[in-house]
């Protein structure tokens, strides 16, 4: 094939099609020479054509080709020094993936030409295999990009707005009869009719799409028969995952994927994605060779610094990127950019950020990766949040991030955990956690919706789980049982497992009621891990990561029990659009406020009197707090006051009924009954202030401050 050259640029790195060529630009800046090897299947073992590039521009290689086009398959072959214990793993007998690859043709197929060491031999890693894995890596594809967006734009849904659903995109459609079958799994499949209008009608306003950029299944599992089917092992920053595509040709899927974009958003629902950039998928030092560590180790990792073989591992995956390197940086941002600018999503959840954090040893709140984010004209105004821990020492960071930053908040998660587990001694924690965390938050000049809420996530037990057993069940991960952790938070009234006992299955139904009251309830942005709406099970197993098959799909054949939470649920999304007090954008400063008869925030004894300073410490399992709706102090779009009503909100994580008096601010104070978990009855029922309320044992009711009338029930 003769081929016309050009020097071409280097930049911008990748492969980029401009209508009449392509650019082809990888950086490396200890190679002694970079060979472009195209091909023409994608499971071909020997490159078509094999060029030489002669072009070097601060440390990028580069050339442009007239003659190639879109669908183009190629990888690289890197030459320089193999020497592990000086940092460097150059093996040119291994095809590379291009690390700016906007797509890939499949999947890795493992074999022992996938290291770059020889398997088995005694040195390890510092032998050195001359074996071609042409056949078994993915090549990169040159796309398209073009795509007719229309007039999609971000949605930029106010934080204060906003409720998150995590989920998976192949588990959230695999099982569903309403969604053609070819497209079952798939972006197509996400984006499909059905699947939109249950988003619609469950009243998220984002999902937060667990990892999508490709990912390898770890050998390991691959030799078990299992997958790495949670993706958090991420080989290619830039190309939407294969297996979540409903088309074979090369390059399909990222068309596939902006249509689920431009779909979601048409619906008003934002695509936050869940990335992985602490780590890739080639592990530690006796990892495989696939793109980073063949391209340029030392520049793309962070290693020992006296013992350049091994690797800093700040994740527990074997390896952490070595963001203080400016072309692993820019690596990050030029993928970030790349999803918003190209893919329009809206934001992203960083997997282990605090790993991306350190600058030498210590997490540096100030580190360059905030830096340049805080100063980038696009990702600076997209959503942003952080895992705020690693696996290092001081890695967690809860409540550290700088302004411009929600995090996922694990103590909201352990506090809600251990009040509704009966825990006493922990409504001074709890109290915060419902209110937006100010402890955490306060201090720097964060709002509540720094707080991402959860109780449950991906990682751990579904919320149907979480009450149903008090041990992990993983044997299904063929690890007997050792992998995760058993989750000491768990509430499972005595019995592990399904039952027959209705009063038991009772007890289960009104703590997940509980648990979503709460959440959906508290100051901060709500994140709902999909599934739990409708009690997914996943039978008591908590380390999921592995498991591509029933134990994580979705079961769309609805119970009458999975049916009632899934309006319950709805009802409780509903009720915090409606009600500006439940999710404001000022911490409560628990004082009046302009006027307003009532405190902004009020908390209260079972004797309806406000709880005294000595109160708190006495493990009290009952609270009652008043949110004041006139006390908002803040302004809509329009500068107008906001203003709300207001709300007496009751939790009891005691096995006992308690009866709680009613606060009155004043003569004929009439609270109705919005909610009760404990009895879900249809009918309004209205009590005065300083009257009983009978609330159940293990119940959140919410009531709503009406005007004085004459007359009440109860």
Not at 199 to 204: A, D, H, I, K, S
Not at 591 to 620: P, T, Y
């Amino acid at each position: 094939m003769a081929l016309r050259l050009r020097p071409g640029w280097p930049y911008p790195l990748g492969a980029t099609w401009d209508g009449e060529g392509v650019n082809f630009a990888i950086f490396s800046e200890n190679a002694t020479a970079v060979d472009l090897c195209l091909f023409d299947h994608p499971l071909q073992d020997k490159e078509t054509v094999r060029i030489r590039l002669e072009e070097r521009t601060d440390q990028v290689w580069h050339v442009y080709i007239s003659d190639v086009r879109p669908g183009q398959l190629y990888g690289y072959r890197v030459h320089g020094p193999y020497d592990p214990n000086a940092g460097h793993r150059f093996n040119p007998s291994k095809l590379l993936i291009d690390p700016y690859a906007k797509a890939l043709s499949g999947l890795v197929q493992w074999s022992d030409a996938m290291f770059g060491y020889r398997i088995g031999d005694p040195a390890e890693d510092l032998s050195y295999d001359d074996r071609n894995n042409a056949g078994n890596v993915p090549k990169s594809v040159v796309i398209e990009q073009a795509f007719s967006w229309g007039a999609d734009r971000p949605l930029q849904t106010p934080w204060s707005q906003t409720v998150i659903y995590e989920v998976h995109v192949k588990g959230f459609t695999k099982r569903h009869p309403d969604v053609p079958e070819p497209l079952r799994g798939t972006y197509a499949g996400f984006a499909s009719p059905p699947m939109i209008e249950y988003l619609q009608e469950l009243g998220v306003t984002a999902v937060e799409l667990l990892p999508v950029h490709h990912s390898v299944t770890d050998k390991f599992l691959a030799d078990k028969g299992l997958t790495n089917y949670w993706g958090y092992n991420t080989i290619g920053f830039f190309a939407p995952d294969v297996r979540f595509s409903a088309y074979q040709e090369p390059g399909r899927m990222v068309q596939e994927f902006k249509t689920m974009v431009k779909t979601l958003h048409s619906a008003g629902i934002e695509v936050i994605l869940d990335v992985v950039y602490n780590h890739t998928a080639e592990g530690n030092h006796l990892g495989p060779t696939l793109s980073f560590r063949g391209i340029d180790n030392a520049s793309y990792y962070r290693l020992v610094p006296d013992q350049p073989r091994y690797y800093m591992d700040y994740t527990g995956c074997g390896n952490t990127l070595n963001v203080r390197h400016p072309r692993a940086l820019q690596l990050i941002m030029d993928s970030l950019r790349y999803w918003v600018c190209e893919m329009h999503v809206d934001g992203f959840r960083f997997d282990l950020a605090s790993a991306l954090a350190r600058e030498l040893h210590d997490v540096d709140r100030l580190s360059a990766f905030f830096d340049i984010i805080h100063q980038d004209p696009v990702l600076s105004q997209v959503k942003l949040i952080a895992e705020p821990w690693d696996l290092g020492e001081g890695g967690y960071q809860v409540g550290n991030f700088p302004p411009g930053w929600a995090e996922w908040n694990g103590k909201y998660r352990d506090a809600i955990r251990r009040f509704w587990r009966g825990d006493g001694g922990v409504l001074g924690e709890v109290a915060y956690r419902l209110t937006g965390s100010s402890d955490l938050y306060g201090a720097s000049g964060r709002q509540p919706f720094a707080s991402i809420n959860f109780i449950t996530a991906h990682d751990g037990f579904t919320l149907n789980d979480l009450v149903s057993y008090n041990h992990k069940h993983n044997e299904a991960n063929l690890e007997d049982n050792r992998d995760g952790t058993d989750d000491n938070l768990s509430w499972n009234c005595g019995v592990e497992g399904p039952t027959d006992d209705p009063e038991i299955n009772r007890l289960r139904e009104r703590q997940k009621r509980n648990f979503l009251a709460t959440l959906l309830l508290s100051q901060g942005v709500p994140m709902l891990c999909g599934g739990d709406e409708i009690s997914r099970t996943q039978n008591g197993n908590n380390n999921a990561y592995c498991q591509d098959n029933e134990i994580s799909w979705y079961d769309w054949n609805l119970t009458k029990p999975q049916l009632q939470l899934l309006e319950f649920t709805r009802e409780m999304i509903a009720t915090r659009k409606r009600h500006p007090v439940f999710r404001r954008r000022r911490f409560f400063q628990g004082r009046h406020i302009r006027g307003s008869e009532v405190k902004d925030l009020a908390w209260f004894n079972a004797l309806g009197k406000e709880m005294s300073d000595e109160e708190w410490n006495q493990g009290f399992r009952t609270i009652g707090i008043r949110l004041a709706g006139d006390a908002i102090e803040e302004k809509d779009t329009n500068g107008k006051p906001i203003r709300d009503e207001t709300f007496l909100w009751l939790l009891n994580a005691h096995h006992e009924e308690v009866p709680f008096v009613l606060p009155a601010h004043k003569r004929e104070v009439r609270w109705e009954v919005i909610v009760d978990t404990f009895e879900l009855a249809d009918k309004k029922r209205t009590y005065r202030g300083g009257q009983k309320y009978a609330l159940g044992p293990r119940s959140v009711v919410l009531l709503e401050l009406r005007e004085a009338h004459k007359g009440s029930s109860g």
